[in-house]
């Protein structure tokens, strides 16, 4: 699953759904890989407005990542500062999580990644 | 012999065996007797196409136009059909978005593009719905980005439909800065469909979105409130007396070797629908509101033993009378008068 589907997805219980500690998931003992695709500037400009960027920051951090401004950057910003527009690009488009897991950091609750595809399917006790 | 339930829709048929997989086949007539064009499909020209029919030459019958159900095109003859006697020197052309190719997904266990698919494949990239999504989604100039849709898929076992978005995005959503995405309960799905993307992407770099990845779980259940712009789902719209259970944990993850058994329940999750086939597809018009943005836009496919224009209402009275639509914008053609399958939109 590539970084950036980490900002759309939260645990699956529906208790935690309201709580701000459920996004983002944790990745733990994240394997990597990297698809080399080509970088499309236009495409992240598109993306950012829709990108919760606190939680991209803790993501970025937390696979290891340098660390992202604390701002997100405006789209005359990524035009100006090729550095970054590589780091996103890489980090949103190009990283994909093969195996590891997934944490709710609200109810501690782990969904496995395997072969690149997190499961949310829930134990039947905490559907 | 065994008598199965058949599908309300279709006419009965009787199994000797007791394969699923024919089970299944029988619920869904048409999809057995390949060649069989979806009959709002078997009129003269395209619908999407302005043009008035255009009889044959030789036998005046309006047949110049034919629909090649497998490859989902049109074809076009120069001025002769392929009647008796007729000569055969001219070339069909073929129009439309070609469908992606799904040769690699294994059918025993995953459900094979039919009929209800193809119907969501033509009803997305007609031209109504083209200008629809365009004119919601489309950036108005490259100066002033409006944020990329995310356009996500809910079974999309094959993933015939949402590779088809996902390569196609230019043309359906009036440019390629599309997010698109897929969520499946079957891992078998999950990987089909991550396969059937990247295929149907390289082949269309110049007019493909970006495809992040499919996932695993029950409906919308792990999509953050109000993340995703447009739905496309077709659900198990088949109605049985009992629902399928979830997968269990031995089916939860891909293997090389399933048995019968096994096989037999992923498909019977793909078709099977509780009381009146609705129980899967209630649960998710009840999560739209959560899960949808304001711009927002869901496509369901519903058969008319779902009693649709019951299934519209209950949409329209969501939230108050007037906040949510629906409409019926796709449809298979009509059996004793009832449209058989359809296409509801459902938006703010």
Redesign the interface.
Known sequence: MKVMTLNFLTCAVKNCKSSNDSFPLHPKEAELAKDDIEINPQLLINVLPRIDWAALRTTSTELGFPTLPEQPPSPEDLQSDEALLKELHELLMETQMMEGKLVCGHCGHEYAVKNGVANFLLPSHLV | MSTYATHPCEAPVTFLCGHIFHKRRAYHGPTMQVPSVPSSLSGAVPPWSNNAPVPCKLCRENKLWEYDWRRRVWMKKDNVCNGNNHPKTHHPTAIMLPTPDTSHVPYQRVYEPAEDSFLLLDTLSSPSETAFLSSRFA?PS?SS????P?VLEVGPGSGVVIAFLTAHASTIFGG??V?T?A?D?S?FA??AT?LTVSKAVSENTSTSG?W???????LV?????G?VDVLVFNPPYVPTPDLPA??PTGL???KDKTTFEEDSHLLELTYAGGRDGMETTDRLIEALPGVLSERGVAYILLCAQNKPEEVKGRIRAMGGEGKWKAETVGTSGKQAGWEKLQIVRVWR
């Open positions: 950036s490259p980005p409006s944020p990329a995310l390629p800065h997010l995405t969520i309960v891992p999950c990987a991550n970006f992040t990845s499919a996932t695993q779980g029950d259940s792990p999509f953050r409130p993340s979830p997968p939860q993850e891909l």
